[in-house]
C-alpha cells in the first residue's frame, strides 16, 4: 500500500469525524458520530447500546488528543489526527490499535447484534453498513471478505483485523464509516 492511500483513507475519516466542519476534531464530533450511528440503527440515544457506544467513543477522543498533547478540552487538528492515528495504525502495532479501537467496534456490535450472541450474521452487518453510511448493496460481498475463518459470524477479532487491513490498503470495507 502507498503512503498516498494511507493518507487519503486517514483524511476521509477525518473528514467524516469532523461532524461541524471546523477543521478540528473535538468531543463532540465524537458524540455526534455515535449519535449518526445510533440513528442509523434506529437506536433511542439513551439506550443502553448508545451510551456503552458514546463512552467508546470518549475513550478514542480521549486517546487522540492525550497522545496529541491537546488535553481533554482541547481540539486535534487534522495534522495531529493523521499523525497520531499514522503511529497507531502503522507503527504501534495490532495490541495497540486493538486496545484504542476495540472499544468502539465492541460498541457497534452491541448495538447491531439483535441476537446478542457477540458476535455479527450477515443480517446484522448489513444493518451495520447501513447504519454507518455504507450501501447496503455491497453487504453481502464485503461480509464475504471479513469472515476470514468463513464460520458465518463475524467476531470483534475479525472486525478489528478489518479496520486495519481498510488502513493498509488491503481490504476496501470501510466499517468505521
Not at 500500500?1 to 461541524?20: C, E, G
Not at 445510533?38 to 463512552?55: I, N, P, Y
Not at 452487518?125 to 455504507?134: C, D, E, H, M, Y
Amino acid at each position: 500500500m502507498t503512503t498516498a492511500i494511507a493518507n487519503d483513507r486517514l483524511q476521509k475519516r477525518f473528514d467524516k469525524w469532523d461532524a461541524d466542519a471546523n477543521g478540528v476534531l473535538e468531543r463532540e464530533d465524537f458524540h455526534e458520530e455515535a449519535a449518526k450511528i445510533a440513528h442509523g440503527f434506529g437506536k433511542s440515544q439513551d439506550s443502553r447500546e448508545v451510551e456503552a457506544l458514546k463512552d467508546a467513543f470518549d475513550g478514542l477522543f480521549d486517546y487522540l488528543a492525550r497522545e496529541a498533547g491537546v488535553g481533554a478540552t482541547g481540539a486535534v487538528t487534522r495534522e495531529q489526527f493523521l499523525q497520531v492515528t499514522g503511529d497507531l495504525i502503522f507503527r504501534a502495532g495490532e495490541a495497540s490499535f486493538n486496545r484504542v479501537l476495540g472499544p468502539v467496534v465492541k460498541g457497534i456490535i452491541g448495538i447491531c447484534d439483535k441476537d446478542a450472541d457477540g458476535q455479527i450474521n450477515a443480517e446484522e452487518f448489513q444493518a451495520w453498513l447501513a447504519g454507518v453510511g455504507v450501501n447496503r448493496a455491497e453487504a453481502k460481498e464485503a461480509f464475504q471478505q471479513v469472515d476470514t475463518n468463513g464460520d458465518g459470524q463475524l467476531s470483534l477479532e475479525e472486525l478489528l483485523a478489518a479496520v486495519r487491513e481498510y488502513h493498509f490498503g488491503r481490504l476496501d470495507v470501510e466499517l468505521l464509516g
